[in-house]
């Protein structure tokens, strides 16, 4: 059953407005009698359509439940931008495995260029693509996609656990990776720092660590960068859901 989030207002005027009706009506051409999911301040409502106006759509609400699809801490993964499409994929698939938000972070060895000119329309359209990952995987949340930034331009303050993850170490690392996951509690704010294609700097790996950053191996195999982050995130919902 299709998935929308929608505002409390929604609910409250039983209206479906912007560009859920336009997904409703114009792309999925719904029809009256038909049943979807709102979302709206973490209760799930099964509604029916009862009609549908020029610029609205009215519905009737059978049933709400509450089920909560989110970790009880906030993981938030720092990417390193990566060439082609490859930031997409990991939006998507990241935000199927529960990620918080994502920081699209400009490195030393960051092969792609940014168009300063595009960058915000860039930053939109990677938002609506995790809202549609977030409505296809049932998620209670919607990740934020921040803006562009270079490494040293981020505040690391809110993060008390800050994991990255190096391969230079070895995997009898003083820390490995299960011993940082098993070290998250309830209501922790995490931060993972996935480096590029060609890897971290020794500068950026000593910025990293100064700013309390705990690096360690994702184990005998290197892995891609596009690889890297969703290894970690699986890891973490296999440990800790």
Known sequence: MPRY????SNIKNLIIDGDNYHHL????????????????NDITYKV???????DTINFKIIDQFYYDTEFNFKVTLLQ?????????EIIKHSTELGVYEIIPTITERTIVKIDESKKQNKITRLNLIAKEAAKQSRRNYIPKINDIVKL???????YNVLIFA????????DKTLLELINSIKENDNVIIAIGPEGG???EEAKY??????IPTSLGKRILRTETAGLYTLSAIGAIKE
Do not use: H, M, Q
């Not at 009506?25 to 979302?39: D, M, Q």
């Not at 390193?80 to 997409?88: A, R, T, V």
């Not at 190096?166 to 690392?173: A, D, H, V």
């Open 25 to 40: 009506a114009v792309v999925n051409r719904c029809k009256i009698g038909e049943e979807v999911e709102l979302f709206s």
């Open 152 to 158: 040293k331009d981020i505040d690391f303050s809110k």
């Open 80 to 88: 390193s931008y990566p060439k082609g499409d490859k930031l997409e």
């Open 200 to 202: 971290w700097s020794e």
């Open 48 to 54: 029916e359509i009862t009609n549908i106006n020029k």
């Open 166 to 173: 190096y391969e230079k170490l070895s995997t009898n690392s």
């Open 5 to 8: 989030f929608v505002d409390e």
């Open 208 to 213: 990293l660590i100064s700013k309390g950053f």
